[in-house]
């Protein structure tokens, strides 16, 4: 199977009462390390255009995206 490049958007708006943490849904580690870079939706429109807030940052990117809700564990 060939490998591919993978990119990740994970939606992290709302305060996160399904994850029973503390932190906020942005703070908390994934695999173990920090979320290093993110993607601020000023306006809460939807889930697709909270997706689509990564456009600019992912332009150059070219491989799979994976838009994953972040209060799923």
């Not at 992290?12 to 942005?26: D, P």
């Not at 173990?32 to 689509?52: C, D, I, M, N, Y």
């Amino acid at each position: 199977m060939q490998e591919q490049d993978l990119a990740v958007i994970i939606l992290a708006a709302g305060k996160g009462t399904r994850m029973e943490n503390s932190l906020a849904k942005v703070l908390i580690p994934i695999a173990g390390k920090p979320s290093l870079e993110f993607v601020l939706q000023k306006e809460q429109l939807g889930t697709g255009h909270a997706a689509r807030q990564a456009e600019k940052t992912l332009a150059n990117f070219e491989g799979r995206i994976l838009v994953l809700c972040g209060d799923m564990p």
